[in-house]
């Protein structure tokens, strides 16, 4: 099904997703997601003025003619595969105690719930996998203290007590939890340093936003970089390699320029350190790079990594 819109002064600046949010849902009937918008996008299915514009980000004018061919049935398809439910296991906690439960968050699964109540979310299926392990009972409880974007993957924790909320939201809106992420990159049009450091805003407000970057591996066709943000700034990663010269892979937003193809965004949450809320005990979580990344990065050009060890699972006495 192909859709035809010319852009009027009210479009001048807006972003090509923005556009098409206000613009083709209504003419198609269905309701479109940001990320499948997106999809659409990267997909080279939205043409402006006759030439595939593959950058959602994309600033337009007025005057052009935008040209969307969809597939409706492909569409349905694709909506059907995200309202399926995610069952979380016992493979996929990380560290659980008393107050506390680490989880292994899959690409494609957002954090918390969305406006659609047929989309599943992490949030969902942790409470789902803790309410099965009760005969009776209240609701499980669960605090959010942290969250990673929709395809990124890695550890997530949650307090299971109200008594742990104070001690984890201190830990993270200071500097009390050490985060450290893995990140597959476009290769950067001049040399990076090994090590380097990006301080600067990533907000409107002006915000403090640092993060410490390593390269890891200079491979044929892009970088593999640990990054350890020392602020919690929104897509603070995503935009300060981004700035770098150095886009994560899959990053439909930030990135400049195409590279090698990728299944999703290449972010990886890989460890994070904290003391324990309750006794200060050092606590270390980690998740394994999944499947997704390895296979990137070994096309990449670089040897795949041993498997990865199962991930323990920590319990302290009562």
């Given at each position: ?44 299915a939205?043409?402006?003025n ?5 950058r959602?980000?994309?600033p ?23 309202a ?19 989880v ?9 719930p ?29 605090a ?10 890695g ?12 001690g ?33 805003p ?29 602020t ?5 990663i995503r935009?300060?390699?981004?700035r ?20 999703r ?47 323990r ?6």
């Open positions: 099904m192909k859709r035809t819109l010319r852009t009027t002064a009210a479009h001048e600046g807006q972003r090509l997703d923005d556009v098409l949010a206000s613009w083709l849902p209504a003419v198609l009937g269905v309701p479109l997601s940001r990320s499948t918008l997106r999809r659409i996008v990267m997909a080279g939205v043409s402006v006759g030439r595939a514009l593959r959602p980000g994309r337009l004018r007025a005057g052009l003619r935008l040209e969307a061919r969809v597939d409706l049935d492909r569409l349905q398809r694709d909506r059907a595969e995200d399926r439910a995610f069952s979380l296991s016992h493979a996929d906690v990380l560290y659980e105690d008393d107050v506390l439960i680490a292994d968050k899959p690409p494609g699964l957002p954090t918390v969305t406006a659609d109540p047929r989309r599943p979310s992490l949030v969902g299926a942790v409470k789902a996998f803790l309410a099965a392990r009760r005969s009776v009972g209240a609701e499980p409880y669960l959010v203290h942290q969250r990673l974007d929709r395809d990124t993957s550890v997530v924790l949650f307090a299971t007590d109200p008594a742990a909320n104070a984890l939201a201190a830990a993270f809106a200071g500097r009390g939890v050490e985060k450290t992420y893995r990140a597959l990159t476009e290769s950067p049009r001049g040399r990076l340093p090994r090590r380097f450091t990006v301080d600067a990533v907000t409107d407000d002006g915000a403090a936003a640092r993060t410490e970057l390593t390269v890891l591996k200079a491979l044929p066709r892009g970088l593999l970089v640990e990054a350890r943000p020392l919690g700034r929104k897509h603070q935009i300060h390699l981004a770098s010269g150095a886009a994560i892979l899959g990053d439909d937003r930030y990135a400049r320029r195409r590279g090698p193809s990728v299944p965004l290449m972010l990886h949450a890989r460890r994070l350190a904290l003391a324990h809320p309750f006794t200060g005990a050092p606590i270390v979580i980690e998740s394994p790079l999944p499947a997704d990344f390895q296979r990137a990065l070994a096309a990449l050009g670089a040897a795949s990594d041993p498997p990865p060890a199962p991930p699972r920590r319990r302290l006495p009562r």
